[in-house]
Structure formats: structure tokens, C-alpha cells
């Protein structure tokens, strides 16, 4: 069992920064593949970015590509979500989540509650 807990979402305007963090507790932090999503109101959640449990393969959806960057601290057993130049489009609740076999952009066992993220224009 794999416990989350995001934190560091607020309200910012368009073109600040943010940086989401995730710690997770219960197992080897390093043997999971970690990732974020997003869901925006009325709208299905989405992918945001994933990385591997060595850190060293990173993977992104296209609309945060070049904004965003994904990283990892396997010492503290957190993982981070660099969001830059923010848009109104990514206001939405961002969630943590951890799996220890895939490596995907929908597979993943374990959920952190979310955190909530508002661009404003």
C-alpha cells in the first residue's frame, strides 16, 4: 500500500510558476513509477506528465510539454510537478499517482486526493 498527499496548488495568474509536490509513504519510494493528472471541471481527467522510479525516463502530454518538468527526490520519497508559465487552461485538480509495474499514461494503482491548481487571466 502506497499512501500520497499532494500539496502546493493555489491561485496564481497567468504566466506565473507553481511547483506541485507529492510525498508518498508505505513502500520503497523508488520502486514506483510516478505521475500526474489533471481534471478541470466537467471535463475527463488527463495525463499531465509521468517519470520512472530512477527518475531517468520522463514522459509528457503535449499541451504542458516545455512548461512543465517532472522530478523526483527517491531520498525524500516526493515527487514534483514544475508548472511555468501558466495558462488559464490548466487550472484544474492535479493528482499524484504511483504505480510499480507500469510506466503509462493511464495505468496506476495508487491516488493521492488532489490538489487544486487556478490560473486566473
Known amino acids: 500500500q502506497v499512501q500520497l498527499v499532494e500539496s502546493g496548488g493555489g491561485l496564481v495568474q497567468a504566466g506565473d510558476s507553481l511547483r506541485l509536490s507529492c510525498a508518498a509513504s508505505?513502500?520503497?519510494?523508488?520502486?514506483?513509477?510516478m505521475a500526474w493528472f489533471r481534471q478541470a471541471p466537467g471535463k475527463e481527467r488527463e495525463f499531465v506528465a509521468a517519470i520512472s522510479g530512477h527518475g531517468r525516463i520522463t514522459y509528457y502530454a503535449d499541451s504542458v510539454k516545455g512548461r512543465f518538468t517532472i522530478s523526483r527526490d527517491n531520498a525524500k520519497n516526493t515527487v514534483y510537478l514544475q508548472m511555468n508559465s501558466l495558462k488559464p487552461e490548466d487550472t484544474a485538480l492535479y493528482y499524484c499517482a504511483a504505480d510499480s509495474l507500469y510506466f503509462s499514461t493511464t495505468s496506476y494503482t495508487y491516488w493521492g486526493q488532489g490538489t487544486q491548481v487556478t490560473v486566473s487571466s
Open positions: 508505505g513502500r520503497t519510494f523508488s520502486n514506483y513509477n
